[in-house]
């Protein structure tokens, strides 16, 4: 004897409306770039993968953010529909704020750099070094790119090399394509 | 290192839900299933190790189990040990159990009642298997000796 889908649904949702949980996660299908695993704390979105197989990536979360991380559907509802607005092409902005504690202050700061790249706009990994106080860290930059814990949200796709090239993206340079397609920067 | 409660709650939901749904009744297992996972959810930042978790919740689920017991029964006589299997049945050791310390208390409750072994007792209480072994027996012959 198991137990039932709905008693199961019933205690997740009671315990994020409890407030006991310290990452509440869950897999948004369909969007135009496959699934996406998205993890919300009670200061905004925390995570945006890629790889929406989630069990080897709970610890990483538990680490960062306490050890109550739980499956549970109802507190990914608003960041599901600013992305599902966003593939609309409905929204150019994100409403939900990026929770970026326990990254290392330079990357907070990069990270921070990076959210004010609007939409439909691109930057370079050299530019954004300097915002960020140091002109020489391009490549550094562009190592926080690819570790960005919330792509798309941080909008990593819209750093691009000194010559124009889409360079690299941890989601794969279709995935950047794709976005920029998406925001109009590419045809 | 505590497991994130995901990997936690995948793990133990199914017999959880299977141990309340032998000892109470039909329109109360969804509710102590629910309880006995938002306890351990209030209560798991506080855990210090990730050692013995399901002797952990299955003190937890059966705390709940006596509690609702008593609730429904509050005039119950004290009743007569029950030894149709040769074991009294938990909700008979809930209260006949009532004058114990409360170590001893739960070492008999949950050996005997809920059919934990002396190593899942040991660490649900927080001490050894030796420990609960002495606790259980201590409190049996309490027992015997208050009955006679």
């Not at chain 1, 939900?96 to 202050?105: C, H, N, Q």
């Not at chain 1, 930059?141 to 090239?165: D, E, F, K």
């Not at chain 2, 290192?1 to 299977?18: K, L, N, V």
Request: glycine letters at 6%; hydrophobic letters at 40%.
């Amino acid at each position: 004897m198991t137990v039932s889908p709905s008693l199961d649904e019933r205690f997740r949702a009671a315990a994020a409306a409890a407030n006991l949980l310290d990452v509440a996660f869950d897999v948004v299908d369909e969007t135009p770039v496959g699934p996406l695993l998205v993890g919300v704390t009670d200061h905004g979105v925390c995570r945006i993968s890629y790889d929406p197989d989630w069990e080897h990536q709970l610890d990483a979360l538990a680490r960062r953010f306490g050890p109550r991380v739980l499956r549970s559907r109802k507190p990914i509802d608003r960041v599901r529909r600013e992305l599902d607005e966003y593939f609309a092409g409905k929204r150019r902005h994100f409403d939900v704020e990026p929770d970026v504690r326990g990254l290392r202050a330079y990357n907070q700061r990069v990270l921070t750099e990076l959210a004010r790249v609007e939409y439909g706009h691109t930057t370079t990994y050299g530019a954004l070094a300097a915002q960020a106080g140091n002109p020489r860290a391009a490549r550094a930059v562009g190592t926080i790119m690819n570790r960005n814990p919330i792509p798309i949200v941080l909008p990593c796709h819209r750093v691009v090399g000194a010559s124009g090239s889409l360079t690299g993206y941890a989601g794969g340079l279709h995935r950047k394509e794709q976005l920029l397609r998406l925001e109009g920067v590419l045809v | 290192m505590i497991p994130p409660f995901e990997t936690f709650y995948e793990a133990h939901r199914d017999e959880i839900y299977r141990f309340l749904d032998r000892r109470l009744a039909r329109d109360r297992v969804e509710d102590a299933f629910q309880e006995t996972f938002l306890r351990a959810l209030r209560a798991y930042p506080r855990l210090r190790h990730g050692d013995h978790l399901r002797a952990w919740v299955f003190t937890i689920a059966s705390r709940i189990v006596v509690d609702d017991v008593r609730r429904r029964r509050p005039e119950a006589e004290l009743p007569e040990l029950v030894t149709e299997d040769g074991r009294p049945a938990y909700e008979d050791l809930a209260h006949l159990t009532e004058d114990l310390p409360p170590k001893q208390r739960a070492a008999v409750v949950l050996r005997y009642g809920y059919d934990l072994d002396y190593e899942e007792i040991g660490a649900a209480l927080g001490s050894t298997e030796q420990a609960a072994r002495q606790a259980a027996s201590a409190g049996v012959r309490r027992l015997r000796k208050e009955r006679t």
